[in-house]
């Protein structure tokens, strides 16, 4: 019986436990393109950004998608993005933000954590994928909007690969 289940109520279907095998196994199934790193972690791009889909916790309970914004701007930059991280958290449910120096930039990272302990259907991982990435493209987005000229030299970068 769960925490929050009464006594007598119907007990709901058992659910597969999450794995690395179901993401990719979903991905499939939307016809979607990706790649599985050396850890067994797929990743994809999506308008340009690097997605991760990564398995946490001792028991593989946690599924996280992870977006990178894939623009550069120096460490002059950090007080300015450190606050509108704090802000976007404080207003918004996903994606959670943050940033980090990385080789002397900054990195800017959107992210969707959920616990599936109690296991989860393919319809959830889904879910959890579209909003994931939807989201974390509207916080890229944005970021564009305030780094213009920063957006413009990655995706000139882009178009000369």
């Known amino acids: 019986m769960g925490y929050f289940t009464k006594p ?63 623009r550069k701007l120096g460490t002059e930059h950090l007080d300015a993005l450190v606050r509108l991280a704090n802000e976007w958290n404080s207003e918004r449910l996903w994606p959670k933000v943050f940033v980090r120096e990385e080789e002397g930039l900054l990195g800017v990272y959107g992210e969707l954590t959920v616990d599936y302990a109690d296991g989860v259907a393919d319809e959830q991982i889904d879910r959890q994928m579209n909003c994931g990435v939807a989201t974390t493209i509207g916080l890229f987005e944005h970021l564009d909007e305030l780094y213009p000229e920063a957006a413009a030299a990655a995706k000139a970068e882009l178009e000369q690969a």
């Open 8 to 70: 007598g109520a119907e007990q709901r279907p058992s659910l597969a436990p999450m794995a690395k095998e179901r993401i990719t196994e979903r991905l499939e199934a939307q016809g979607l393109r990706y790649l599985v790193d050396d850890d067994g972690d797929a990743a994809g791009y999506w308008d340009g950004h690097l997605f991760y889909f990564f398995v946490y916790g001792d028991a593989d309970q946690a599924f996280q998608v992870r977006g990178r914004w894939n």
